[in-house]
């Protein structure tokens, strides 16, 4: 896979009915495309639901290199979002929990080998994870699909080789970290130091697991940190199986520690510990909030967020529409809609706004939902049914706003969570499907008229995470990404992801920077040495 191909693009490749994880019967449902493959807008999602042929078989917390039952002894069921049906029951993990697995992690740092590893070896244990998830693709594609809902397919093709290319990427950065050697005044030598900051504390989010396991994991492996993670309660299940993967590939007990819990407690605990040296957490911003004042009432330790967001996709007058159309509906039902950076607020320029907005119509009506084990499908359920119950509460808040409702609107079947790709025009900037973060398949379209109108109102957000440009003007282009208060601004692009570049947001959108060399920093401590020099042949 190409280190800067657009997302999707990987999409739009098909997986194989002969896939190993689906049984014979499954495969030949695959090939009946026309019995259960269904448009949204016409017939439910599919009655009956592939069987995914993977085994459930890491469901206890990661501690100290052994898998363990919770101190508590207790288990939360992780949940099908096609059925709502249990998967497996997962050890639930709690304070008692976090103090284990941060005290493995704090012995693994003190005294272990990991901190004290040439930076080589280290980036030899990552590149043999990477190469590890490579020949378990399918495996941890169709667990991934299975607890959170996605498609098999956006698994399969275009996530877990990303998580791959992000462990090599980070596995080259481990022995490319140094310090300086600094000039002062008087005869003095400085150097500055680039050191591990310790005990890592990571909460990650339930709509990219994997992707942002290897996020928060990659660069703080390759600085020689420690970890405590903390999984999201929804989605458990492939955090635990690369845990596994990293054992394999030779990364010492105590080094990477994973606990399955709830925010309330486990996180609540991992947030407010007085032995984890750092923590970065990716969730919503409220969430967020509560983070860091756990953090800073307790040892002030210092924190990564990334947060939630209310990205402007903006299409000017002398846009191609069909490609416009195309990208931001991509842009926003793209992971069910699930997705911080989402371009959920469309503004297009009146001259052509009539036009976009059927065409957007016509794209959702043709958007393919069910279940994600089966070919053809483009959208499957959202996570759970409180996801479920929030997407549809705006759609009602959009509707009595009075926007104009062009389709969907509704549930797709009687089972699981699944929603229509929804669309709405005539939006307006004081609705709430125009200023909150709906995490779900629901484009709210907008009017504008000019490039200094568009500017002041795609700012006026709480938020600044991403941004979306589409024109055939340089000038344009340039204008509007330099005045966009926003982390990442794709001009005729968007969910351009690569390991090196990096991604993080303005305002409540968090803070610091997650990918590329940037993201190094939020896990090292700079130290300055300084030593007197006698009588030195030179200054």
């Not at 695959?30 to 085994?55: C, D, H, M, Y």
């Not at 590939?249 to 709830?262: C, R």
């Not at 966009?484 to 794709?490: I, P, Q, S």
Request: with cysteine; aromatic share 10%; net charge neutral.
């Amino acid at each position: 896979m190409a280190a800067r191909s657009r997302v999707s693009s990987l999409l739009s490749r098909s997986f194989s009915a002969s896939s190993p994880f689906l049984s014979r019967s499954q495969g030949k449902n695959l090939n009946n495309g026309s019995r259960i493959v269904r448009r949204f807008g016409t017939s439910s999602a599919a009655e009956e639901v592939i069987s995914p042929s993977v085994q459930v078989s890491y469901t206890k917390l990661l501690i100290d290199g052994n898998f363990v039952d919770a101190a508590s002894g207790k288990t939360f069921p992780t949940l099908d979002p096609r059925t709502g049906e249990v998967i497996a029951h997962v050890a639930e993990g709690d304070a008692e929990d976090i103090n284990r697995a941060v005290k493995a992690a704090r012995k693994a740092f003190d005294e272990g080998p990991w901190p004290k590893m040439t930076a080589y070896e280290r980036s030899r244990v990552m590149l043999r994870f990477a190469d590890l998830v490579e020949k378990h693709s399918e495996e941890l594609a169709a667990l991934e699909s299975w607890d959170n809902g996605k498609t098999y397919e956006q698994a399969l093709t275009a996530e877990i080789p990303m998580v791959a290319r992000l462990f090599r990427y980070y596995a080259g950065w481990a022995d490319k970290i140094h310090g300086l050697t600094v000039p002062a005044d008087g005869n003095y030598h400085v150097q500055t130091l680039h050191e591990p900051i310790g005990v890592a504390g990571q909460i990650i989010p339930w709509n990219f697991p994997l992707l942002m396991f290897a996020w928060k994991v990659g660069p703080a492996l390759a600085c020689g940190n420690t970890i405590v993670l903390k999984t999201a309660e929804q989605t458990p299940l492939t955090a635990f199986y690369v845990g596994k993967l990293f054992l394999e590939a030779g990364l010492p007990p105590g080094v990477l520690n994973i606990v399955s819990g709830f925010g309330a407690t486990a996180g609540a605990s991992l947030a407010s510990h007085m032995d984890v040296d750092k923590l970065a957490f990716t969730g919503s911003t409220d969430t967020g909030k509560v983070i860091l004042g756990l953090a800073a009432n307790s040892n002030l330790k210092p924190v990564t967020l990334e947060l939630g967001g209310k990205s402007p996709f903006i299409v000017f007058e002398d846009a191609d529409i069909d490609k416009a159309v195309e990208l931001a509906h991509f842009a926003l039902f793209f992971n069910q809609g699930q997705c911080c950076c989402a371009g959920s607020r469309t503004y297009v320029h009146e001259k052509v706004y009539d036009e976009f907005v059927e065409k957007a119509k016509a794209r959702a009506l043709k958007r393919v939902v069910g279940d994600p084990f089966k070919k053809g499908i483009e959208q499957g359920p959202q996570i759970d049914s409180k996801q479920f119950e929030k997407v549809m509460k705006y759609i009602r808040s959009g509707v009595e706003s009075n926007a104009t409702l062009e389709c969907g609107g509704g549930q797709v079947g009687d089972k699981g969570y699944f929603i229509q790709p929804t669309v709405f025009s005539n939006v307006k900037d004081d609705m709430l499907i125009a200023q909150d973060e709906i995490f779900g398949p629901v484009q709210s379209i907008l009017k504008f008229s000019d490039v200094d109108e568009v500017i002041k109102r795609a700012n006026d957000t709480r938020y600044g995470l991403a941004a979306g440009v589409f024109t055939k003007s340089l000038d344009t282009a340039n204008r509007v990404s330099r005045a966009l208060k926003a982390g990442t601004v794709w001009v005729n692009c968007f969910d351009v992801f690569d390991a090196a570049i990096p991604f993080g947001g303005y305002k409540m959108s968090g803070n610091g920077r997650e990918k590329g060399i940037y993201s190094l920093n939020n896990y090292l401590q700079v130290k300055a040495v300084v030593t007197p020099l006698n009588n030195p042949a030179w200054i």
